[in-house]
T-cell receptor, first 117, second 114 residues
C-alpha cells in the first residue's frame, strides 16, 4: 500500500527555537497534503491543507506565521513550528492524498511527537 | 455544525467476543465516512470507508461497518475480537473521498482482555 513518512518521529526543543517536520509520500505523488494536530486523548484537528505549488490554506485559529507550511514538490510537505513554546507540544500528523484512475484515498504518516521545553 | 461523535471513550471486550464501536455524525452534505485505527506510536490505518451503495461495508482485519442514514450513524463491528485489535479507533467524515480534510471523532480506546 501507499506509504507516507514523517521525519523526525520525535523532537525535543527549547522554547523559542524553530522545528521543521517533513512529510513525504514515498511511492506516489500527492498534490494535496493535510496537517493535523492531536492532543493527548483527543481527536485529530486539521491545521491546514497544503497544495503543491501554492499557499497552504489554514483553518480558523491556526496562526499561519507560526506554523509555516511549504509543499515544494509532489512528494514533500514541511511544517515549521516557529518560535516554539510549551503549548505547541503535541503530536503532529500529516496525510497525503493519492488519487488516480481507481483510487482516491488519504494516507496518514506515523506522526511526529513535539516536546517544547 | 459538522461533527463526529464517538460516545464511548473506552471499551473493554474479551478476546473472541463481538465488538461494536459507535459513531454518529452531523454533516451538511453527502458524507463520506471512514474508520481508522491507530496503534500506539503509529499512524492512522484505514479500516474501511463508505461513499455510496451497499450500506454494509467490509474492511480489513475482519471489520465491517453499517451506514444508517436515518440515524446518522456509521457503527463499526467485528464478530470476534483478537488481542491485536487493541488500539484507538477513529471515525471520520469528509466531503469527498480524499480531496478534503477529514473531521474526526475523539476516538474510542479498545482494550482486549484475555
Amino acid at each position: 500500500g501507499a506509504v507516507v513518512s514523517q521525519h523526525p518521529s520525535r523532537v525535543i526543543c527549547k522554547s523559542g527555537t524553530s522545528v521543521k517536520i517533513e512529510c513525504r509520500s514515498l511511492d506516489f505523488q500527492a498534490t494535496t497534503m493535510f496537517w493535523y494536530r492531536q492532543f493527548p486523548k483527543q481527536s485529530l484537528m486539521l491545521m491546514a491543507t497544503s497544495n503543491e505549488g501554492s499557499k497552504a490554506t489554514y483553518e480558523q485559529g491556526v496562526e499561519k506565521d507560526k506554523f509555516l507550511i511549504n509543499h515544494a514538490s509532489l512528494t514533500l510537505s514541511t511544517l515549521t513550528v516557529t518560535s516554539a513554546h510549551p503549548e505547541d507540544s503535541s503530536f503532529y500528523i500529516c496525510s497525503a492524498r493519492r488519487s488516480g484512475r481507481d483510487t482516491d484515498t488519504q494516507y496518514f504518516g506515523p506522526g511526529t511527537r513535539l516536546t517544547v521545553l | 455544525a459538522q461533527s463526529v461523535t464517538q460516545p464511548d471513550i473506552h471499551i473493554t471486550v474479551s478476546e473472541g467476543a463481538s465488538l461494536e464501536l459507535r459513531c454518529n455524525y452531523s454533516y451538511g452534505a453527502t458524507p463520506y465516512l471512514f474508520w481508522y485505527v491507530q496503534s500506539p506510536g503509529q499512524g492512522l490505518q484505514l479500516l474501511l470507508k463508505y461513499f455510496s451503495g451497499d450500506t454494509l461495508v467490509q474492511g480489513i482485519k475482519g471489520f465491517e461497518a453499517e451506514f444508517k442514514r436515518s440515524q446518522s450513524s456509521f457503527n463499526l463491528r467485528k464478530p470476534s475480537v483478537h488481542w491485536s485489535d487493541a488500539a484507538e479507533y477513529f471515525c471520520a467524515v469528509g466531503a469527498s473521498q480524499a480531496g478534503t480534510a477529514l473531521i474526526f471523532g475523539k476516538g474510542t480506546t479498545l482494550s482486549v482482555s484475555s
